[in-house]
């Protein structure tokens, strides 16, 4: 199958078939709410340097359900390719003001410091607050995910 042309539901039809993964259904996920960085942030995926992401728990609504340890995502490029399949390993949901060092090293953004992933998110989840019209504070809560990359794309 040529991976240039291989969309979402090709790619993990494959997955499913060569991994004999009986999970039939997966989530796509992609850092739209960084659409400069997308890219980068896939690719430090793969690569293995960013190992965790987090959301503000207020950005889940009714038709979304909190992610559970176990489930898929395939993570897509800003152009919508699929760039890999991960398998979440660690769920917490805790205040933002208790989101621990080592999750924000395992985050791997900036020089991988809580400083500089407190500054990042507190901007970030105040933005996605304000358009929900709802606030955000140190005590919100967050959804801390550490994941594993299982598989990419086969040329």
């Known amino acids: 199958m040529d991976i240039l042309k291989m969309d979402a539901t090709d790619y993990w039809e494959d997955f499913m078939r060569r991994s004999r993964t009986q999970k039939t259904n997966f989530e796509t996920w992609s850092f739209t709410n960084r659409p400069n960085s997308t890219d980068m942030l896939v690719e430090m995926v793969v690569r293995g340097q960013k190992t965790a992401a987090s959301s503000w728990f207020d950005f889940y609504d009714a038709d979304q359900v909190v992610p559970k340890v176990g489930d898929y995502r395939m993570l897509l490029k800003r152009n919508g390719d699929p760039a890999c399949i991960v398998q ?68």
Not at 107 to 119: A, D, F, M, T, V
Request: proline share 4%.
């Open 88 to 155: 979440l390993k660690v769920v917490e949901v805790v205040p933002f003001k208790w989101v621990s060092q080592e999750h924000a090293y395992l985050e791997g953004e900036g020089n991988r410091s809580l400083k500089y992933w407190r500054q990042l998110h507190k901007q970030l989840f105040r933005k996605q607050a304000k358009i929900r019209g709802k606030s955000f504070s140190l005590e919100s809560p967050v959804v801390c995910e550490v994941f594993e990359v299982i598989d990419t794309p086969q040329i």
